[in-house]
Antibody
Framework: QVQLVESGGGVIQPGKSLRLSCVVS????????MHWVRQAPGKGLEWVAV????????FYADSVRGRFTISRDDSKNTLSLQMSSLRPQDTAVYHC????????????????WGQGTLVTVSS | DVVMTQYPLSLPVSLGQPASVSCRSS???????????LSWFHQRPGQSPRRLIY???NRDSGVPDRFSGSGSGTDFTLTISSVEAEDVGVYYC??????????FGQGTKLEIK
């Protein structure tokens, strides 16, 4: 079955950098776009970034553009999110999410989510 | 960006009773291909979200048929025909027509009365 396992979260000081990873299994990773979606403590869902199936295109939320970089390593079935210049408002659980173009006919976060990794930005 | 507005934000419901969540978008979600990319997600306490509905009214695999989605243009509804205990949690609508960014509603918290 489809599995997505995030790692790399932790407590980090404002202005520092952190790299999140998501290792996937149960599907052909290279065939799918992938998303990051975050959820601040006690708050709602916020889409962060998407990378195309071939890695050639990336799109970001305005709140992270220029600070975060989404990437993928198909040889390792791994999605990454490099976060720099972190701010307290970046504190959230970060989920990687499988795209489901094959189901819905358009790139969109689908029905396979990881359990998330918590990033806390605090001095 | 498209703003998604849900109501109510809190929904107390008795077991076995129907429940509805509404979602309104700031602009039409009909895409140039004729489809409407509106999804509904459910998040139980302490769990990751799970998608229930995609393209307004299509249930995801394994989703009970007591869940249904309807609507068009800018107004959408998620209906639970008979609420069960496992349905508690927060429900979110999300638009995937005008991206980036994908945008979610604020969430509607369903609790059992």
């Amino acid at each position: 079955q489809v599995q997505l396992v995030e790692s790399g979260g932790g407590v980090i000081q404002p202005g520092k950098s952190l790299r999140l990873s998501c290792v996937v299994s149960g599907f052909i990773f290279k065939n799918y776009a992938m998303h990051w979606v975050r959820q601040a403590p006690g708050k709602g869902l916020e889409w962060v970034a998407v990378i195309s199936y071939d890695g050639n295109n990336q799109f970001y939320a305005d709140s992270v553009r220029g600070r975060f970089t989404i990437s993928r390593d198909d040889s390792k079935n791994t999605l990454s999110l490099q976060m720099s210049s972190l701010r307290p408002q970046d504190t959230a659980v970060y989920h990687c999410v499988k795209d489901d173009y094959d189901i819905s006919g358009r790139n969109t976060p689908g029905n396979s989510w990881g359990q998330g990794t918590l990033v806390t930005v605090s001095s | 960006d498209v703003v998604m507005t849900q109501y109510p934000l809190s929904l107390p419901v008795s077991l076995g009773q129907p429940a509805s969540v509404s979602c309104r978008s700031s602009e039409s979600l009909v895409f140039t291909d004729g489809n409407t990319y509106l999804s509904w997600f459910h998040q139980r306490p302490g769990q990751s979200p799970r998608r229930l509905i995609y393209k307004v009214s299509n249930r995801d695999s394994g989703v009970p048929d007591r869940f249904s989605g309807s609507g068009s243009g800018t107004d959408f509804t998620l209906t639970i025909s008979s609420v069960e205990a496992e349905d508690v949690g927060v429900y979110y609508c999300m638009q995937g027509t005008h991206w980036p960014p994908y945008t979610f509603g604020q969430g509607t918290k369903l609790e059992i009365k």
